[in-house]
């Protein structure tokens, strides 16, 4: 298949021997299975050069030439596989394809993904669209205009929330290769996901465990069922998925806006700008936040949307500890998220967060109301046997 055409990926398992070619000009050299993908449809590839920066691998502009002698430039993304490496990039494609589908103005075109030939270290890359890149973020109207664009014209694939495989944030898998009705399930599982992979980073803090837990059980539920009953709906958007200022960037070419690096899944469209609430990133400016509200109004109920915020802010808070910071039981992103859920748990279950139960035991997805129901009864069981007893000492 054309990597000027549909979309498509090499098997892990493919090997390629060098193939006798010109070798290209500038400072990065293309692995031999990278060369494949050109040589399979006859492209030339004349120069390929380092380009940008990332944490994860060497990326690369390849200029090369079509077989109608039309130039072509492409960027090549690698990962240097350390655990997750495959599904960071398995993950990306997926996302980049689903997303170009619906707005392909909004999202580089990509082509395909596969293992590169050279097995030390073990890396993956990932083919896509070259665009020039400009300023970075973008001007708020149109970057707003186009997000709530794609969160529109998307539609789910089942009806539902989630994705149809794993996709990353950064290195850190996110819960999102299952399908739900309900967002606050989704949504709580993947909040429950991301404090398990904190946990083992870092070790319990059982103050930073008693409010984790009390956001699960009390919180979410609070927040997030009013949105889906007494006659409201909210539609499954899909979303770029890890929306903070290095992934969005102004085409020099079109003078348009545009995102990359996503980790998408279908989610609520307010999920998205949840990472914008930290006061580090430029996409926190309140032009970007009131353009989007424009564009896409606020979810019933409307009084909610900040505590809503604030709460879809805690999964990326949380998988910012998992991926950066040390080993320390207490870390800036750990007290930051220890510190937000202890304001959400004092506006909507502030008895639960004085009281000195301890809400150790684990959250199970739907659990809330059969342990409210099984907590009823208890108590209607534990206070017939007082009765007894204090007849029976009477």
Known sequence: MSIAGKGHRISVTERSATAHRTRPSGNFDLDPNVHKVFDADDIEVIKAFRYGTSLWGPSARIIARLPSGEPKKYLLKTVVAVNTGKAMISGEFESLRELHKVCPEFIPKPYTWGK???????????????????????????????????????????GKFGFHTTTCHGRVPQLTDCWEESWEVLFSKQLAHMIKLDEENHGVWPEFQRVCNLTLQKVIPRLLAPLQSDGRSIKPCLIHGDLWDEAT???????EPFIYDPASMYAHNEYEVGKWRSVRHRLSGKSYMRNYKREFLVSEPEED????????????????????????????????????????????????????????????????????EEEEEEDKEEAEEDRGEEAGEE
């Not at 960037?249 to 003078?255: I, P, S």
Request: aromatic share 12%; proline share 6%; hydrophobic share 30%.
């Open 116 to 158: 590169f030939f050279e097995e030390d270290p073990e890396t993956y890359f990932l083919l896509e669209d070259f665009r020039e890149n400009g300023e970075q973020p973008p001007e708020p109207v149109r970057f707003a205009a186009r997000l709530a664009e794609l969160h529109k014209k998307s539609v789910s694939p089942t």
């Open 305 to 372: 949307w900040d505590a809503r915020n604030q709460l879809y802010s805690l999964r990326f808070e949380l998988g910012n500890s998992v991926r950066f910071n040390s080993s320390a039981i207490k870390n800036e992103n750990r007290q930051k998220v220890y510190d937000d859920m202890t304001t959400l748990c004092k506006m909507f279950c502030p008895d639960d967060l004085q009281s000195k139960d301890k809400y150790e035991d684990e959250w199970t997805p739907g659990s809330g109301e059969e342990e409210e």
């Open 249 to 255: 960037l102004t085409d020099m070419d079109t003078g």
